[in-house]
């Protein structure tokens, strides 16, 4: 800690160490503390801290002790070195003083500092009584706030660690469950068909091999999310902006969709002369494809989607809504990070990797836009995204 040094330094010392006490810290005891060093490695810490053992210790009562360090202590390994000020150390092993003073202030102790310097160097805080007092308890305020910000520090770093750790283990049980599926399905029909005493009716061969199309088809789109996923992770997005014509774009999304899944009924609420927004054509035909495959994979009953847009001053705003299964307000947080997806039932049991919404996000955001969700459970999700307007 650069506060240590400058302490050190205002007490004539360049060398040193502060022991800072822990909670309930036992004066008796020389266990509770943590030492931390200015200028002094491991080793010569270590036999400095040893040698003030059984000396007298400054106190609440008597913040300063200054006494002669003893010369052969001085010339011990890494000791040797750590005092720079001359460069003969048989000499100057003659002439050191350890100078210990004692920090508290309102809340209680703080540690001791230890350091060492020219035998007979007095700083300007230490000649009377009081400047000492107001140098400790200026010194005891300073350093407490330094370890709060440190252990707090200390603390977020642990936490992130701990949600990289998380992360990592989420990635590694959804992508392996994510290409088992796929893989197992697969197999098992392409065994069937492999057979050799295999006599399959024309209808069973067919839905086999649509069933592996299918399943190879989620392989590819997974794959493909993780490739965009990481892309967006290395800041490597590319974005090609065009003037774009929204509402066309969404009738061609909504036509394939429909071509697709026969049984899902679509409402389009398209207000007459859309604005123009600039966009990437391909990335928001993403977005839309990504809501509209979820509004229909969590809707298990009532197939029916609305989509609409609104218009404001500067911003076009689509709505994708359905009457599927809804979000909790808690799971409506996080389902648009990475790897993210709802602790229920139907989502369990429904393939995907908790991707998609995560690479909306990138791109909507890269337009200079917003995405969210409006739900309730059991009734129904709403997810909106905006892209700014062409001035
Ligand atoms: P995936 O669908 O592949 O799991 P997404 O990132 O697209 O990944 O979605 C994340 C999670 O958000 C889903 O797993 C699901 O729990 C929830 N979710 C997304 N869209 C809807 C929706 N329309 N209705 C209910 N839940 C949804």
Known sequence: MTLIGSAIRLLCGETGVFVLFHEGFDLQSDTEYIPIPYHLDGAACSSFLASLQGRVQPTADHLLVVDMFPSDVAKQPGLENSYERTGDTDELAQV?????????????????????????QRSCFEQTEETLQIFVAQLAVGIRSAVQVQALMKEQELTRE???????????????????????????????????????????????????EEEADRLNKLVGNLLYASRIQGGGLQMEVAPLDLGRLIQSVVRRLQFKSRDVMIVLELPPNLPTVMADRDRIEEVLQNLLDNAVKYSPRLRVLTI?????????????????????????ERIFDRFQRSENDLTQITPGAGLGLYICRAIVEAHGGRIWVESTLRQGSTFFFSLPRVE
């Open 96 to 120: 050191l003083e350890r100078c210990s003073l004692f920090l508290h202030d309102g809340e209680g102790n703080v540690g001791i500092l230890h350091c060492l310097r020219p035998a007979g």
């Open 162 to 212: 701990r949600e990289r750790e998380e992360q990592r283990s989420t990635f590694i049980s959804v992508i392996s469950h994510e290409l088992q599926t796929p893989i197992a399905i697969i197999k098992g029909y392409a065994s069937t068909l492999a057979r050799s005493d295999a006599e399959l009716e024309p209808e069973a061969l067919r839905s086999r091999l649509v069933a592996i």
């Open 308 to 332: 609409a847009c609104r218009v404001t001053s500067d911003e076009v705003i689509v709505s994708i809504s359905d009457r599927g299964m809804g979000i909790s307000l808690e799971d409506q």
